[in-house]
């Protein structure tokens, strides 16, 4: 059973930085696509950035301002969040697609299959 924990959310003011970690249990990261995915209040899970095939996805909201990164060895996933900005404020999760569909949407939140709990991001102006 696969199982994701995030970590390192917090509150910070504009211009902050914050590092967010996924830990896997029970899964390698080599080959799936790890995902994080962020909700606001009131707004819809949107994504945030993603590693597919050692290739780094970032959403246009959040392009120069976040970077992933991993330590395979200890199986977690970073996403490295700078210049943070009020908008950037909710709930991050980390998922995980474990399919081996030749084309899926890395974008989109139902392609994962396994999710993290959360972990709350706050940036106050």
């Known amino acids: 059973q696969v199982q994701l924990t995030e970590s390192g959310g917090g509150s910070v003011q504009a211009g902050g930085s914050l590092r967010l970690s996924c830990a896997a249990s029970?899964?390698?990261?080599?080959?799936?696509?790890m995902g994080w995915f962020r909700q606001a209040p009131g707004r819809e899970r949107e994504f945030v950035a993603a590693?597919?095939?050692?290739?780094?996805h970032y959403s246009d909201s959040v392009k120069g301002r976040c970077t992933l990164s991993r330590d395979s060895s200890k199986n977690i996933v970073y996403l490295q969040m700078s210049n943070l900005k009020p908008e950037d404020t909710g709930v991050y999760y980390c998922?995980?697609?474990?399919?081996?569909?030749?084309?899926?949407?890395?974008?989109?939140?139902?392609?994962?299959?396994?999710w993290g709990q959360g972990t709350q991001v706050t940036v106050s102006s």
């Open positions: 590693s597919r095939w050692s290739v780094d």
């Open positions: 029970g899964r390698t990261f080599r080959t799936t696509t």
């Open positions: 998922a995980e697609y474990a399919g081996s569909a030749a084309y899926y949407n890395y974008r989109v939140d139902s392609e994962y299959d396994h």
